[in-house]
């Protein structure tokens, strides 16, 4: 029997015994025996968290939220680096804030599965993972495809690659740079969207899959499973987030997946206007602020005097935040991407809405609306924008694309949360730009 097998035995072991038991034996045990026991990772690890066999290229696991992912990429990471000190690691996560708090720093990061005798450096400002052997990992963004053309790595771990902004291109640079020794891979650890790049990874024959749920993952306190599942059991959402299975649109969608990746287009340089479109949340408890701003650019349609495009810049919707500290991430929304409009809902707040705003800057050009219908029939006339190509999306935005693909013609709403924020103010934006104040979607200015 190899070392290995007798720790893996001794877990076993351990595992079959009562908890007064377990305490007697683990008390009795020296601190480098409990070390072993600790950082013997495929001894605790379950099925799906481990290396799948053979001489695969590309590995994804795709499953819910807790299914251990995250644990499983860094471990997997860790032990490669320690047995060959030569090794380049590319570590790919949304944004560089993402490779810090998740992959390097995290609880279930890379520092945290270092063994007691390793010292693991991590240069957060150059993006460098030094490990003790002297394999070096390099942290790149997802929404900068262009951080990874040239590099090369011997191995890449790809986290969430259904939030990064730009999956494909990012994923394109990356593979064509996968190619440093023999046998050159990546594993991928993502909670499933139905995004055009994970059904293609998830399809192909070349790609080894793992799925899991939230309850495979035997190590979560009971009463978290008990609430999430009691929560969203049996609804869109916890299919995705804690079955991990990766749906298909929603029937009636006013935006598809599909339109929203046949809308991708960069936005021009100079642009004709610049408005901010806000959704406020009923209290700071409640839901998401809707802060999305939008642009008109100076193309125009055909041979006709019609105005240009429209584009999507940026969400920079936030959450759980004062009147006042929403009010401040709308001015600088509207300072930084210098608008000349900013259009809010005051529907749940009245005036008080438009007087928080001005309180913070009050030159701000606010322009207060109210809704006589609901987000899914106020949003119907953009998506015919979008549809017809006469808005685009400059840029990726996950969580504003999962809402917006929620909403139903028949005015219902099947995405994440409880209420499409984030979608609503895209749609004021959007509506003040293309369809004036005459054409607004079911709209009465105040």
């Keep these: 029997m190899t070392d290995e097998d007798a720790v893996i035995a001794a877990i076993i072991e351990l595992a079959r015994l009562e908890e007064d038991e377990l305490v007697y034996v683990l008390r009795r045990l020296t601190e480098p025996e409990l070390r072993t026991l600790r950082e013997h990772w495929p001894g605790w690890a379950h099925d799906g968290q481990l290396a799948p066999e053979g001489g695969w290229r590309v590995w994804l696991m795709m499953a819910g939220r807790g299914f251990g992912k995250t644990r499983a990429g860094a471990e997997y990471v860790s032990a490669l680096a320690r047995a060959n000190g030569d090794l380049r690691i590319a570590l790919v996560a949304a944004n560089q804030s993402e490779v810090d708090r998740v992959m390097v720093r995290g609880e279930s990061g890379l520092m945290a599965v270092a063994r007691f005798d390793e010292d693991l450096l991590w240069y957060p400002t150059r993006g460098l993972v030094e490990f003790a052997s002297g394999a070096r990992a390099f942290a790149y963004s997802g929404a900068n495809p262009e951080g990874l053309r040239g590099p090369q790595h011997h191995l890449a771990w790809c986290d969430e690659l259904a939030k990064w902004a730009y999956p494909q291109e990012t994923w394109d640079n990356l593979m064509l740079g996968l190619r440093l020794g023999e046998g050159a891979r990546a594993l991928v650890t993502t909670t499933p969207r139905p995004i055009r790049l994970l059904r293609r990874l998830a399809a ?75 959704d406020p949340p009923a209290s700071a408890g409640g839901d998401a602020c809707g802060i999305v701003v939008c642009g008109l650019g100076a193309d125009r349609i055909g041979r006709s005097s019609s105005l240009g495009t429209g584009y999507v810049l940026a969400d920079l919707s936030v ?8 009010a401040r991430e709308v001015v600088r929304a509207a300072e930084i991407w210098e608008a000349d409009r900013v259009v809010v809902e005051t529907n749940q707040g009245g005036e008080m809405v438009e007087s928080v705003l001005r309180s913070v800057d009050s030159a701000l050009p606010v322009r207060p609306v109210k809704a006589r219908f609901g987000k899914a029939k106020r949003a119907e006339p953009v998506s015919a924008l979008f549809a017809r190509g006469k808005a685009k999306f400059a840029g990726g935005f996950p969580e504003l694309e999962d809402e917006l693909c929620g909403l139903t013609g028949g005015g219902g709403y099947e995405g994440p949360g409880r209420s499409p924020d984030r979608a609503d103010a895209m749609v004021w934006a959007m509506a003040e730009l293309m369809l004036g104040r005459d054409k607004a979607p079911r709209v009465r200015g105040l």
């Design 204 to 278: 192909a024959p070349e790609v080894v899959v793992t799925r899991g749920r939230t309850a495979d993952n035997k190590n979560l306190p009971p009463d978290f499973v008990a609430d999430v599942t009691a929560l969203y059991g049996g609804t869109r959402l916890g299919r995705q987030e804690l079955e991990g299975a990766l749906i298909d649109d929603v029937e009636g969608a006013l935006w598809t997946r599909e339109t929203i990746e046949k809308a991708r287009a960069p936005a021009p340089e100079k642009l004709k206007r610049v408005v901010v479109g806000v």
């Design 319 to 326: 959450s759980g935040l004062s009147p006042e500290g929403w």
